[in-house]
């Protein structure tokens, strides 16, 4: 069977002297696809199998593992692989996408849509700084897993927030100050109080629409320590990539 999809390249190999095994997250899901003779130099396929890259992809469905016979790139995303930092960014996206995203047919195309956008956005680098995008694209990850509390409200009384807010990390959501006073203080760490708002706001935002968003150091920290936090024990993600992102980052930062 022919069949072509759109899709965006979130993980590469190399098989064999000259082919690659790609996967691809498609606007259903997940799905791997060989790409015959993709590493020879002047493959008409090499474009499309490099990490990020976006298009049509025209695919052949025998028994087993699919063919890439074709690929109508609408971005290359060149420049994720001409910046550091960029394509530490977008390794990071492409692992989270990879162990996220169910297999086609089983996703919803959001993950698809969104994912797009962020590595657009990562790519322009008008408006939203990459650690920011890390944050929005972690939350809305969180909210596909099912690991997503209503980041609005206290985990325990369901009002609204009244600060001073804390974070608990036994169960994974956002306290008020009226709660706090009889709850176990080692398992909680206060945050800054447009914590929750911001954390509603990546959750539901889309990021095609993401306008400009100003966050202050202590608040971008919080963020970053909450989402880890929440993805590695709440979601079930174990991924070594976001180690792997904070050193590059850290390094670069040093340089
Ligand atoms: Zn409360």
């Known amino acids: 069977m022919l069949y072509n999809t759109d899709a965006v390249v979130v993980k590469t190999v190399r098989y064999g ?23 020879k130099p002047q493959s008409r396929l090499a474009a499309g199998t490099r990490l990020c890259a976006e298009g049509t992809y025209f695919l052949y469905q025998g028994h087993g593992m699919g063919d890439i016979r074709q690929v109508q ?35 919803p195309t959001a993950m698809y849509n969104q994912f797009s956008a962020v590595l657009a956005a990562l790519e322009l680098r008008d408006q939203t700084p990459p650690d920011l995008l890390a944050r929005v694209y972690e939350a809305k990850i969180c909210n596909w897993l099912g690991a997503s ?31 706090r006073s009889d709850m176990d203080r080692t398992a909680e760490f206060v945050v800054p109080e447009r914590t929750g ?33 929440q993805l590695r024990e709440f979601a ?10 904070d050193q590059i980052v850290q390094s670069l930062r040093f340089d």
């Open 149 to 179: 509390p209503d980041w609005g409200r206290c985990i325990r009384c369901t009002q609204p927030l009244v600060p001073p807010i804390a974070y608990h990390l036994k169960e994974g959501g956002l306290v008020c100050g009226v709660c």
């Open 236 to 245: 079930g993600l174990h991924g070594r990539a976001k180690d792997v992102l």
């Open 17 to 39: 002297e000259h082919s690659a095994i790609v996967t691809l997250l498609t606007p259903s899901g997940l799905v791997s696809a060989m790409a015959k003779g993709a590493l």
């Open 73 to 107: 790139l609408t971005a290359s995303r060149r420049r994720l692989h001409e910046d550091i930092e960029a394509a530490a960014y977008a390794a990071y996206f492409c692992d989270l996408a990879l162990v996220s995203t169910p297999e086609r047919p089983h996703a």
């Open 197 to 229: 708002r911001l954390l509603s706001v990546f959750t539901e935002v889309d990021v095609r629409r993401l306008g400009r968003i100003e966050v202050s150091p202590p608040t971008r920290r919080a963020l970053d320590t909450i989402l880890s936090h």
